[in-house]
């Protein structure tokens, strides 16, 4: 269960040895450790499981059938909240103004971090496997990376899910609330839009929502905040 509290236990600032040890032991090593988890499940679905992507692609095809011009208009707009412009966008000015506000580096670079994690997990995981994108209609550019997995669905989940973490100390109750939900929400409507708009396949949006989940968490637990026992 994630300790909401922990960054309020020790507001401490670490030392660089302590921060570049914490970014080798907590982030560098649990990340590869999961990058080997993503490819492996990759080369799966692209070897075994390869009879997986005809039901897949009903799904998707599914997903065509719904649509309309309306809908074909909002997730357009949805999916930009998970583009890497968008992501990198928000973090910088967020971090910043957590930094700003708080005077503590450290705990403003939690959603970096988790950020940073998701998208190197993505590349390197994506140049090893090679996956063609679902044989529908297609309604955005397919970018050059492969389509497992899904990019925008884990960086939306890496950013939005930290921020919302980080969210739990606004003291406001109805503000603290609202702010949740909101950054809850805006994820589900990236993923949605990435099978609304046939850029991914169902299991390309599940490993890239694993994928920002575990990021989340490598980068909220970043720095050992309370001494070894």
């Known amino acids: 269960m994630v300790d909401l509290e922990r960054w309020a236990h020790d507001t401490s600032a670490p030392s660089g040895s302590e921060a570049r040890r ?25 070897g075994p499981l390869a009879g997986l992507k005809e039901r897949e692609n009903a799904v998707n095809e599914w997903f065509v059938e719904q649509r309309t011009a309306t809908l074909n208009t909002l997730t357009e707009i949805w999916g930009v909240m998970g583009t890497t412009e ?36 993505f590349m390197l995981a994506a140049v090893v496997v090679s996956a063609e994108r679902p044989d529908v209609e297609q309604l955005d550019h397919a970018p050059p990376t492969s389509s497992f997995p899904s990019g925008h669905s884990g960086a939306s989940i890496a950013l939005y899910l930290s921020l ?11 503000l603290r609330v609202i702010v949740t939900v909101v950054l809850f929400v805006l994820p589900l409507l990236v993923v949605y839009s ?36």
């Open 86 to 121: 968008t992501i990198i966008g928000i973090c910088l000015v967020v971090s910043g103004v957590v930094w700003w506000r708080t005077g503590q580096w450290w705990y403003a670079a939690v959603p970096a971090i988790a950020v940073a994690v998701q998208a190197a997990v």
């Open 194 to 229: 990435r099978l609304y708009r046939g850029m991914h396949y169902p299991s390309d949006v599940v490993v890239g929502v694993l994928n920002g989940l575990v990021c989340v968490v490598i980068g909220w637990y970043w720095l050992r905040r309370r001494p070894r026992a």
């Open 22 to 46: 914490d970014l080798g032991l907590r982030v560098g090593i649990p990340a590869a450790v999961w990058w080997v988890i993503v490819v492996g499940l990759g080369l799966l679905l692209a």
């Open 164 to 174: 919302a973490l980080m969210a739990q100390r606004i003291e406001r109750t109805w």
